[in-house]
């Protein structure tokens, strides 16, 4: 379904929620919102399986529509290695479930992923989710997981970011738009959109989430894709 949320012109806008009408559109809403989008996904299942080992479990915390735990899935080699997908919005996990209800190796929860606990992990992968999270409950998140997760398993973390540079800070936000009406969203499609998303969405600078993951236990921390103002984190133990 091409997505149309924000097509006609609106009176009040509201905070952006993953509601029905966002689950019907969001394959085509993330695609054409966030670059780099179809090259992160199936990269994060690769880097996630790598890591994977008996009896430990993959968790796609944010799973959405369940892209990334579908892709952790298609490159898992070890059997009895399991996939958590969690996700907070009952839209988004019954949109999953009718689309890859069949998979039996997923297991489908709804839930805040700041009440799942994570233990025995080989990794932990939240795409486009973090930003999401209360910024004062994203470093108390990133420990938990670092206390479940094995000492040679991994966390990757894709974020829109933001820049301390106020130039570099609009010029990345001008193009990020730019990039949007090219895909063919209106000037009003795209503004409607920042508004909702205002003080949803609240992004970090680079080196705030670098920082970050190692105080929260990670050693290993690298910046392995960027475009724009778009940026995904591998961290290990």
Same mark, same amino acid.
């Given at each position: ?8 012109? &609106? ?12 689950? @019907? ?7 054409? !919102? ?16 790598? =890591?994977?080992?008996?009896? @430990? ?11 990334? *735990? ?18 907070? !919005? ?13 998979? &039996? ?17 080989? @990794? ?18 990133? &420990? ?15 974020? %829109? ?7 570099? =800070? ?11 009406? @090219? ?15 205002? %003080? ?8 705030? =989430? ?11 921390? =690298? ?11 591998? *961290?290990?133990?």
């Amino acid at each position: 379904m091409r997505d149309e949320v924000f097509r006609s012109p &609106r009176s009040q806008i509201v905070d952006f929620v993953f509601d029905e009408t966002v689950a @019907a559109a969001f394959p085509d809403m993330i695609r054409r !919102s966030v670059p780099g989008y179809e090259t992160v996904v199936p990269i994060t299942g690769l880097i996630a399986a790598r =890591h994977a080992r008996s009896g @430990a479990i993959c968790y796609d915390l944010g799973c959405s529509l369940g892209a990334t *735990a579908l892709a952790i899935l298609q490159q898992l080699e070890t059997p009895d290695c399991r996939i958590v997908a969690v996700d907070s !919005s009952t839209a988004m996990l019954d949109r999953a479930r009718e689309l890859h209800g069949t998979e &039996r190796r997923i297991e489908w929860v709804h839930a805040d992923l700041r009440d799942v606990p994570i233990e025995n992990a080989c @990794a932990v992968v939240m795409n486009y989710t973090l930003q999401f999270v209360p910024s004062g409950d994203r470093l108390g998140l990133l &420990r938990r997981i670092r206390q479940g997760i094995d000492p040679s398993g991994v966390l990757i973390v894709s974020e %829109k970011v933001r820049f301390a540079d106020d130039w570099e =800070h609009s010029y990345f936000e001008l193009t990020h738009a730019a990039y949007k009406r @090219a895909n063919g969203y209106s000037a009003l499609e795209v503004a409607q959109k920042r508004t909702a998303l205002e %003080k949803v969405l609240i992004p970090d600078r680079i080196e705030d =989430h670098e920082a970050r993951l190692r105080r929260a236990g990670f050693s290993r921390v =690298h910046a392995w894709f960027r475009c724009l103002n778009w940026v995904s984190f591998v *961290a290990m133990p």
